[in-house]
């Protein structure tokens, strides 16, 4: 078997880990107790297969019953389970940098919670990395996906928080062997991938949803309940400056949430895209501004940056008779409302506008998303945000990328021409 996790590095001020670090293992007390361990210590407790294509056999405690269910399942081979609601679903989350230690923490959340989930472990190629984030929420580290496949065929989903370019490789080795995704956005680092990846979950039959986020986010969801015929957009998200993410452009960083969320929201193609944009900081675009106009005659204006000197993340839309502001980040929804005897075409100086404050349940967004997606794979329902979601925005994005590039050219906007595709 492949064992290609690196040593762990002990806290030199555990005495027990300084146990484990003499035999060239590493455990946290932790871990020892509850017998999860890095795969570094291949012979630990709970080792449950028996080679790398054998024949695994796995026990779910019914909690109705008391009896045990076993099912029967080769270790890397397509992995179906029998999940009644009680039956913890196994989890993993595969690239624990930044975004994907949240998974983590969330996933282990909701199982302190009580949820019906057990975090198996996490994955990431920097060992160093998987085992602290493994011993900090209490499960395995591995430094591969085939590792965990071959040594553990109960995992039955994972999110996928690699790098984007990562995606298609990761997400699509754990198709292949039968587990659910939840692959962070944006899917795919191109659209090509971004297919590969909605062809080989509809192959697989695998339940695949894409983390764009903001979909979960209480006030967007405050929100869908009150729309009618929105007919403008005008959407900003600036950040303050961080050496994060500058691989790819603030449109497929930032801007690709608010695209995502327009979509859903206006629920018509796009008939013409209009985008200016600046590298300042990075060799990437940082700062865009974008025009969309849809099909049923929607426009919608986006502000998307990453050099700004203030964090904003707020929608507003205009629909007949209503306006409606957004704050992703505080949560919240207003709602003007024209009455009915105001814009009757004569003007008032004192127009019956009604304003209210929709309930908004504050919720973590990766909350909501992770028991979203843990629900679609235990009903094996559609997903809230499927695929071709994700797919749908990564075109928009990279359309526009494309109009920035573009438009720089047209006005021989210096940086532009030679900012790195
Ligand atoms: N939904 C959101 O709001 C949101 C926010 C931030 C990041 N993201 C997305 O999450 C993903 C990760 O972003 P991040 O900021 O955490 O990046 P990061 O660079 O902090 O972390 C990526 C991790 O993946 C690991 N990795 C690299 N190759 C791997 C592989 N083949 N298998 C497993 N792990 C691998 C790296 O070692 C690193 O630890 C990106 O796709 C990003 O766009 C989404």
Known sequence: MARRARRATADP???????????????????????????????????????????????????LSGVSVYNLVPATGHREFLLPSQNPITVAVVGVGVFGRNHARVYKELEQQGAAVRLLGVVDPDTGRADAVAR??????????????????????????????????????????????????????????????????????????????????????????????PM???????????????????????????????????????????????????????????????????????????VSTERVRKLRFFQPRQYVSLDYGRQEVLVFTVGHDAGSGTPSVNPQIGVTKPPVASEEPLHAELKSFLRAVRERSAPDVPLEDGRRSLALALEIVAAIREHGKKVDLAGIATAKD
Not at 207 to 216: N, T
Not at 242 to 259: E, G, K, Y
């Open 232 to 306: 403008f957009f005008e959407v900003h998200r600036l950040s303050v400056f961080t050496p994060r993410s500058l691989d790819v452009d603030v449109v497929l960083d930032l801007m690709i949430h608010d695209l995502d969320i327009v979509l859903a929201f206006a629920k018509s193609p796009v008939k013409e895209v209009r985008a200016v944009g600046l590298p300042i900081l990075s060799g990437k675009v940082d700062i865009a501004n974008v025009r969309l106009e849809l099909e049923s005659g929607c426009i919608a204006n986006f502000t998307a940056s990453r």
């Open 13 to 63: 001020t555990s005495a027990k880990q300084a146990k484990w670090s003499k035999r060239g293992e590493s455990i946290s007390a932790n871990q020892a107790r509850r017998g999860n361990h890095s795969e570094s210590n291949p012979e630990g407790p709970r080792r449950e297969t028996r080679g790398t294509l054998g024949w695994a056999r796995f026990r779910y405690p019914d909690a």
């Open 136 to 229: 900090e929420f209490g499960c395995k580290a591995f430094g591969s996906v085939h590792q965990m496949l071959t040594t553990h065929s109960e995992l039955q989903a994972a999110s996928v928080a690699a790098p984007t370019v990562q995606h298609l490789n990761v997400a699509g080795e754990l198709m292949r062997a039968g587990v659910d995704v939840l692959i962070e956005k944006p899917l795919a680092a191109s659209l090509a991938e971004a297919e590969e990846l909605v062809a080989l979950a509809a192959k697989h039959k695998r339940i695949a949803q894409v983390g764009h986020l903001e979909r979960f986010n209480p006030a967007v969801r405050a929100t869908v309940p009150l729309l009618t015929q």
